[in-house]
Structure formats: C-alpha cells, structure tokens
C-alpha cells in the first residue's frame, strides 16, 4: 500500500504565492511519474503539471512560467511552486503519484488540498 500526504494549500491573494507538496511512503520499489492535478467547481479535473523519472516535465499551458514542479527523489516528495496566481487557479489540487511495486505499475491519489484565489 502507499500513502500520499498533500500540504501547503490556503487562501492567497491574486498575484501571491503558494507551494504544495505531496510526500509518498509505503511499498514503493521505484516512483515512474509524479504529478499535480486540480479540479474547480463543476469543471473535470485536469493536469497541471507532470514530472517523469527521466526528468521530463509536462505543464499545461494556463500555468506555464508561472508554476514549477519539482521533486525530492531522497524524501519520496513533488512539489510545486505556483506564483503570480489568479483567481481562475482557485481548485482542489490532487497529487498523483505512478509507482512501479516490484510486480505492477500503479496509480495513487492524495486527499487534495484546496488552493483559493481571491481579494
């Protein structure tokens, strides 16, 4: 089993910044991708920023040069930096993590945190 704990998120002003971070513990042999997703009311969650083992980094293009993803491949940890927010960033944040457990490639979700945008 794995466990993914997210933190960081809150209310923020528009132009401020936060920075999430989602730490993974459990059976893991090794970590294939970790990422960031959000989901605002009544819309379909989406990616927001993805980052493979090889280093490859994926980000939609409503957050590019404005938030970063890194990971801490010592600790388990991604995290990610968002500046200049706007309010149209405001959404519960998933971490998604991709696990390879010694016999299969598997997928988990943290709980989500909620980012609020607003003045």
């Known amino acids: 089993q794995v466990q993914l704990v997210e933190s960081g998120g809150g209310l923020v002003q528009p132009g401020g910044s936060l920075r999430l971070s989602c730490a993974a513990s459990g059976s893991i042999v090794s970590i294939n991708a970790m990422g960031w997703y959000r989901q605002a009311p009544g819309k379909e969650r989406e990616s927001v920023a993805r980052i493979t083992s090889g280093g490859i980094i994926t980000l939609v293009d409503s957050v590019k040069g404005r938030f970063t993803i890194s990971t801490d491949n010592a600790k388990n940890t991604v995290y990610l930096q968002m500046n200049s927010l706007e309010p149209e960033d405001t959404a519960v944040y998933y971490c998604?993590?991709?696990?390879?457990?010694?016999?299969?490639?598997?997928?988990?979700w943290g709980q989500g945190t909620q980012v609020t945008v607003s003045s």
């Open positions: 998604n993590v991709v696990i390879w457990n010694g016999s299969k490639f598997a997928g988990y």
